[in-house]
């Protein structure tokens, strides 16, 4: 039996009244089988460092300061700057500012996220993560005319769930007898253009169709409830689209004109209801460069994240895919998942022959009006074709966790911040711990993707 640390989210006391850690373990026997195990870690104490008296001789910030010369001090991340300005001693007592904190010469160590040495404690103790990260994705469809969500669909490898809006599925006559067999007569028997038929596929084609469930709900919310409820029991590590912060914004928006709060549909009923947590951030979408021009960044490079009481952790597939790939040239023809599929040597989306030459939303219109059952295949086989790319570039099920190494996802973007956190652990097994970056400075930098490093 091996234990792995797959997933850590954290809360603080001002989200939801106790500083927490929510460690999403699995276990792994012999014969390989997964089962997801909730860990709830309250008032985790990280440490940081401060400068002995005796040796508060320099006044300029150093890279690193040897062990010997600093006293060891521990906080929850909630207090970390409280705690800290304490043992800074009197000229910072009181001082709540963290941009002040963080100034002092004297402060080692407080950089590194709690989550990142939450993680590489597991890691001691257990090893670091070997299996394959489990890839979930879903996908919604909207009818432009009267701008409801109408289809949503959520798989994996091994399932499938569509939900339906009802006034949508009626237009269908016997939907429920006709739907599996359009799968069957539609969707791709050989997904990999370039290398035929491939067992990766045929086990997923074969796992969907064999475990494909369809619900026909009276409204948009019902559908939104339904997804969500049974995404957390699906065995899913990460859930996935392509450019899903349309999605997610769409299904928030519906949530909460239902005068509900989307943390109250997305969350893990094996969590403590009173835990419940979920905030949707934008990552930044423009850049500056080293010659103070401002760029915008195009929606590939924009890195959302959302912190959510959820059994998985939402990330996107498109920004993935290009900051995998991070430091190579943009892909011809944009980021479209139709030209990203051709570009990997997978079927794109689903043409289909009688759609009268429409492009864009009338296309769209089209098969809502004329083809509706058409349409629920093309939104099944935009889910599928994402795990089927996912199945052989292995993006998200390899090359994120382990391109992010020791740090959490949500900076997956930036490798000066993935940087810091590895030569932390570097320096602390040299007996020395890393500097504190002054935030004042006017040089705080990313990870661009058109040169190597860019200011933001």
Same mark, same amino acid.
């Given at each position: ?13 001002? #989200? ?7 460690? =999403? ?6 014969? +390989? #089988?997964?089962? %997801? ?22 006044? #300029? ?28 001693? %009197? ?14 010469? @004297?402060? @080692?160590?407080?950089?590194? %996220? ?71 007569? !539609? ?15 045929? =086990? ?20 939104? $409830? ?34 509900? /709060?989307? $943390? ?14 979920? !905030?949707?951030? /934008? ?34 597939? &498109? ?7 991070? +430091? ?6 944009? @980021? ?20 009268? +030459? ?8 089209? &098969? ?9 295949? @093309? !939104? ?61 400075? #006017? ?6 993707? %058109? ?6």
């Amino acid at each position: 039996m091996t234990k792995e640390c797959k997933l850590i989210t954290y809360l603080s006391e001002r #989200d939801v009244g106790e500083d927490i850690h929510i460690v =999403k373990e699995v276990n792994i026997d012999d014969n +390989g #089988d997964i089962t %997801d195990e909730i860990k709830i870690i309250k008032d985790f104490k990280r440490p940081f460092w401060v400068t002995k008296p005796a040796f508060r001789t320099y006044n #300029d910030k150093k890279e690193t300061e040897e062990l010997r010369k600093l006293d060891r001090f521990t906080s929850t991340q909630s207090k970390l700057y409280k705690n800290i300005a304490m043992r800074l001693g %009197d000229r910072y007592i009181g001082v709540w500012d963290p941009r002040i904190i963080k100034g002092s010469p @004297y402060l @080692y160590g407080s950089d590194v %996220d709690s989550r990142t040495i939450l993680k590489h404690m597991y890691n001691e103790k257990y090893g670091e993560p070997k299996s394959p990260y489990r890839v979930g994705v879903f996908d919604i469809e909207t009818n432009i005319l009267t701008n409801e969500i109408i289809i949503i669909s959520i798989m994996t490898a091994n399932e499938c769930r569509l939900v339906v809006l009802k006034k949508y599925a009626d237009r269908i006559p016997q939907l429920k007898e006709r739907m599996l067999k359009a799968l069957e007569n !539609n969707i791709p028997t050989v997904a990999y253009v370039k290398d035929g038929p491939h067992h990766s596929y045929d =086990k997923i084609r074969e796992g969907i169709l064999n475990n494909f469930h369809m619900e026909i709900l009276e409204t948009e919310l019902d559908l939104i $409830k339904y997804i969500f409820k049974h995404a957390n029991y699906m065995n899913i590590d990460f859930l996935t689209g392509w450019n899903i912060k349309y999605d997610l914004t769409e299904i928030i928006e519906r949530i909460e004109n239902a005068g509900l /709060e989307p $943390k109250d549909i997305f969350h893990y009923d094996k969590i403590p209801s009173k835990y419940a947590y979920f !905030n949707f951030k /934008e990552g930044r979408s423009k850049k500056i460069t080293e010659a103070g021009r401002e760029i915008p960044l195009p929606p590939e490079e924009v890195w959302s994240f959302t912190t959510s009481t959820t059994n998985y952790y939402f990330i996107d597939a &498109m920004n993935a895919h290009r900051y995998v790939r991070v +430091g190579g040239a943009t892909v011809p023809g944009g @980021y479209s998942l139709d030209n990203i599929l051709k570009v990997e040597g997978v079927v794109g989306k689903l043409k289909f022959d009688s759609n009268q +030459g429409f492009k864009g939303a009338e296309w769209h219109i089209y &098969m809502v009006e004329k083809k509706p059952l058409e349409y629920l295949v @093309y !939104n099944i086989w935009d889910c599928m074709s994402i795990l089927a790319m996912d199945a052989k570039t292995k993006d998200l099920s390899i090359s994120v966790p382990l391109l992010s190494g020791i740090s959490h996802f949500d900076v997956f973007n930036s490798g000066p911040k993935k940087l810091v956190d590895s030569i932390f652990f570097f320096f602390y097994n040299e007996k020395k711990v890393l500097g504190v970056k002054d935030p004042r400075e #006017d040089n705080n930098k990313i990870l661009g993707l %058109d040169s190597w490093v860019n200011k933001v």
